[in-house]
């Protein structure tokens, strides 16, 4: 009886064992690559401060890769994938077609990663990274990357024209469109942050400063003269006017004056909670910091591909 209850013992013990492994295998975590690629973190870091000094928007740009791959299907690196004769691809999606960037950035971390430790890195875990080391390298905050996403075999072009939030959305429709994702109305406004930084197209603002009455005149006239109503579709305005190349709270507090450069943008300043979150951030920068950092964990853990499904993909571009 004493021999039964010992193997008994022991058959619990190595189930439980396998099944944590598995569960280690299907979880993100920051540790998930410690062993078998440990010079990953470095080289992206390096990587990305290199193409910022080189061009001081790609930090904008490399988060809004990220931002833009996780809301279609998940964080899995869908966005990098090129057309093929089985999918149109998201890069020519309404929110990225001329205007999603980094994408040879991406490419080059790669490259030295599968040098460093060959088919072990996801290009999503790449996305992941890149992004976070963006914002901190531009004065903003850090947090903890979770680990362990797999590249997707597809991408969607009519997927990405579905799920990415748009410029001209309403307030309901942005809180619609991200409560589909799993994200709440305070991270609504405080990834909204994220436009602390970076450039947007005269296509993108043109019917904010020609429509809307929640925009201030001066403002509105200002970019007027460099964005006409036809024409100079492609023409740049930052995001926020006075340090579009520093990550802070001054998005928030040209809101609260109607300088919002989009739509969507000055919409959050259009309803009770979301008012409210927006006079709090620009009030406050550490709880700015704090709500961007808790809602960045969550968006890029949105629908990842792990254990077994997906692929490492040697090149971000296309499906091994």
Request: glycine share 6%; charged share 20%.
């Amino acid at each position: 009886m004493a021999s039964y209850y010992y193997y008994y013992l022991l058959f619990v013990l190595v189930a439980t064992a396998a099944i944590s492994e598995a569960d280690s295998k299907t979880k993100l975590s920051k540790d998930f690559y410690s062993r078998s690629c440990p010079k990953l973190l470095p080289i992206v870091k390096d990587e990305v401060i290199k193409a910022i000094n080189k061009e001081t928007r790609m930090g904008a740009s490399l988060l809004r890769l990220h931002f833009h791959d996780c809301f279609v299907n998940g964080c899995d690196a869908s966005i990098l994938l090129d057309n093929t004769k089985n999918f149109i691809g998201e890069k020519t999606a309404a929110a990225n077609n001329n205007s999603a960037r980094g994408f040879d950035v991406i490419d080059d971390i790669k490259t030295k990663v599968e040098k460093a430790c060959p088919r072990i890195v996801s290009c999503a875990d790449i996305l992941a990274l890149a992004a976070r080391d963006s914002v901190v390298y531009l004065g903003g905050p850090s947090w903890e990357v979770g680990l362990g996403r797999r590249d997707s075999t597809t991408a969607s072009r009519a997927a990405a024209n579905n799920f990415i939030p748009a410029p001209f959305f309403s307030l309901t429709t942005l809180k619609s469109n991200f409560a589909n994702h799993g994200l709440s109305v305070e991270d609504l406004v405080a990834l909204s942050g994220g436009h602390t930084i970076g450039l947007a197209r005269c296509v993108q603002f043109r019917a904010h400063i020609y429509n809307d009455s929640n925009i201030d005149a001066s403002f509105a006239k200002s970019l007027r003269s460099k964005c006409p109503r036809k024409g100079n579709d492609a023409v740049l305005a930052p995001l926020e006017l006075q340090t579009p190349t520093h990550f802070d709270n001054l998005y928030y507090k040209n809101l609260l004056v109607k300088r919002g450069l989009l739509h969507s943008d000055q919409e959050l300043l259009n309803g009770g909670s979301t008012s409210a979150l927006v006079k709090k951030f620009a009030a406050n920068k550490n709880e700015f910091f704090k709500a961007f950092s808790k809602g960045m964990v969550k968006m890029s853990s949105i629908k990842p591909l792990t254990g077994k499904k997906g692929q490492i993909r040697i090149h971000c571009r296309k499906v091994n």
